[in-house]
């Protein structure tokens, strides 16, 4: 059901695979934001076009069961970075925020958690992040940038520190602005009625001071002037570009961030193409306000959501293509993926601002539903990995660190739990399963959902949910009406016993599997709850740093370039 069969040979053996190892190609990541793994011709789209991805998939490896270690960015990356379960290094919460708020809130990656752009560093390689990062930026001052990309392996960065959001273009869908309107204007409703009661009570010399209701009255003010201006406040805290440590446009320009930031593509690789070099291009597309330029608009038979996949294959296919011209394609290892699923609350009334996830139930933010968690996976690294080869065994975006760190020549971690596994051998044909017996599905600290790859007996891929969203309204598909689904509470239901699904035969999640319908479901169950119990027993207590005291504005730590709240400026090259 993904792409169509192709003959495929081994290029090599066991011995030739550590000779791979020891090569140390460059590596080039590529990761969308949002987008849907049925969006991709290659996955099987036929409506949509992109012939860059697929083509880096047909001269390259596609992965069918690829796994993101969160439905939401802020831990998915986390994990992707670091080859841990965000749960691990406390990129996570235990209340609602699900990925963090602000640019200036104290959260972010831990300082003490290792990245496999830290080890390649390390071991001589030129590293480079350009796109979106969404992963802290400061803890204490505006200017320590303990969680920058800079502090964690990369030589050099150019893009938002935080992320696209609808917000950024003023959208009637919004992450935070309505939210807060909302809020605020509840909060002057209730302070001007309490400043009326208390001036009545002046009147009636009930109470002998008017202080209190003029308290009141200025603090109403207050919070009517910045519920006026709060969208002007996410426009300029949350929606700019730093080049490494310096804020070079405050608000970004939507219209020159595209080729902005592809100019720094080539400018990197040309820089670079000696090596040995690593770059991690974190598009901005899909994520609404899907960004797109004048020459894409109207192209796609699926709207605004798609021009704005069409523009990002485009903007893969320049990057290949400038992989070409510098003759750089044979010793560069390529990975296209998405952080997570399309967002399926993402519309306005009958226009769909979010992708598709195919025969997938579910989406971004719901928990362990595969709608949300299954990705692109794609690997390209011509003459070394078999052309057309499609392998569906159970794999993770977390995978992708131990791969890149050993084939960089550098060592795991031996200090700390690495949840991903190295995919070369299964890359190369030379393994032909995947290292990975259980994958664990965390909603914040929640687990929701873990699948278990028996391959005793009859080989099958069980799925065991312990929690789902309610979707809303009833009979939906998603939590229509929410930003995002919830991880707990009266959203969630919580399964006893829980769900339990055949993904070999059901991929969809379609038929809910029971003790009278699958006699080994007892049997299953318990073993999954046994390697949860295993799995659990091995976390540590961290903090938090997606939770309420490390993920609200703290007007202290915002990045300004110039005298706060005067943020306003454009540094980069206007002719790019």
């Known amino acids: 059901y993904?792409?169509?069969?192709?003959?495929?040979?081994?290029?090599?053996?066991?011995?030739?695979?550590?000779?791979?190892?020891?090569?140390?190609?460059?590596?080039?990541?590529?990761?969308?934001?949002?987008?849907?793994?049925?969006?991709?011709?290659?996955?099987?789209?036929?409506?949509?076009?992109?012939?860059?991805?697929?083509?880096?998939?047909?001269?390259?490896?596609?992965?069918?069961?690829?796994?993101?270690?969160?439905?939401?960015?802020?831990?998915?990356?986390?994990?992707?970075?670091?080859?841990?379960?965000?749960?691990?290094?406390?990129?996570?919460?235990?209340?609602?925020?699900?990925?963090?708020?602000?640019?200036?809130?104290?959260?972010?990656?831990?300082?003490?958690?290792?990245?496999?752009?830290?080890?390649?560093?390390?071991?001589?390689?030129?590293?480079?992040?350009?796109?979106?990062?969404?992963?802290?930026?400061?803890?204490?001052?505006?200017?320590?940038?303990?969680?920058?990309?800079?502090?964690?392996?990369?030589?050099?960065?150019?893009?938002?520190?935080?992320?696209?959001?609808?917000?950024?273009?003023?959208?009637?869908?919004?992450?935070?602005?309505a939210g807060l309107e909302r809020s605020l204007g509840l909060w002057v409703q209730v302070l001007a009625v309490g400043s009326l009661t208390l001036a009545a009570a002046r009147l009636t010399r009930l109470t002998s001071s008017w202080l209190p209701a003029l308290g009141a009255a200025l603090a109403a003010a207050v919070l009517l002037t910045a519920a006026r201006f709060v969208g002007h406040l996410i426009l300029h805290a949350d929606c700019f570009l730093m080049r490494n440590h310096t804020v070079t446009q405050q608000p970004l320009d939507l219209d020159r961030a595209t080729p902005l930031l592809l100019h720094e593509v080539s400018s990197f690789l040309q820089r670079n193409k000696h090596g040995p070099f690593l770059l991690f291009v974190s598009f901005l597309h899909v994520h609404v306000p899907l960004v797109t330029t004048k020459g894409f608009l109207g192209r796609s038979r699926h709207g605004l959501y798609g021009d704005n996949v069409e523009e990002m294959d485009w903007m893969v296919g320049h990057i290949l293509d400038t992989l070409d011209q510098e003759g750089l394609a044979d010793r560069t290892l390529v990975h296209f993926t998405s952080d997570h699923g399309g967002c399926l609350e993402s519309r306005l009334g009958t226009n769909q601002y979010g992708g598709w996830n195919g025969v997938y139930k579910g989406g971004k933010g719901m928990g362990g539903w595969e709608g949300g968690i299954r990705v692109p996976g794609i690997f390209r690294w011509p003459g070394v990995l078999p052309a057309g080869r499609v392998i569906q065994e159970p794999t993770s975006l977390m995978d992708v660190f131990p791969t890149v760190v050993q084939l960089g020549g550098g060592q795991v971690p031996q200090d700390r739990v690495i949840d991903g596994r190295d995919l070369l051998p299964l890359l190369l044909g030379t393994a032909q399963h995947s290292d990975h017996e259980f994958l664990l599905h965390y909603c914040q600290r929640f687990l929701h959902a873990a699948r278990w790859q028996q391959r005793d007996q009859d080989p099958t891929l069980w799925k065991v949910h312990f929690m789902t969203p309610i979707f809303q309204p009833e009979g939906a598909g998603a939590c229509y009406g929410k930003v995002v689904c919830p991880c707990i509470g009266e959203g969630v239901v919580q399964h006893d016993p829980p769900l339990l699904f055949d993904l070999s035969r059901d991929p969809s999640e379609s038929h809910v599997l029971t003790p009278d319908s699958e006699p080994r479901f007892h049997q299953v169950v318990g073993r999954v709850r046994q390697a949860v119990e295993e799995h659990q027993r091995s976390l540590g207590t961290v903090r938090q740093q997606l939770g309420t005291l490390n993920n609200l504005w703290r007007p202290w730590l915002q990045p300004c370039c110039g005298p706060f709240p005067l943020c306003w400026c454009d540094t980069e090259d206007q002719g790019q």
């Open 2 to 177: 993904i792409l169509r069969k192709l003959k495929y040979g081994f290029l090599r053996t066991p011995s030739a695979c550590r000779d791979v190892a020891d090569s140390r190609p460059n590596i080039l990541l590529m990761m969308a934001d949002d987008l849907g793994i049925g969006d991709l011709g290659c996955y099987g789209n036929k409506t949509l076009r992109t012939p860059n991805i697929d083509r880096l998939a047909e001269d390259g490896v596609v992965l069918t069961q690829h796994i993101a270690a969160a439905s939401v960015c802020t831990p998915s990356r986390a994990a992707f970075l670091t080859g841990r379960y965000p749960i691990r290094s406390g990129m996570v919460s235990s209340n609602a925020f699900r990925v963090l708020q602000w640019t200036a809130a104290a959260g972010g990656l831990p300082t003490n958690e290792i990245t496999f752009a830290k080890i390649l560093r390390d071991q001589g390689y030129a590293t480079g992040l350009i796109g979106k990062w969404h992963l802290g930026l400061n803890c204490e001052s505006p200017r320590d940038h303990c969680h920058h990309p800079q502090a964690h392996g990369f030589d050099s960065f150019l893009g938002m520190p935080f992320s696209m959001m609808a917000d950024c273009a003023r959208w009637e869908l919004s992450e935070k602005r």
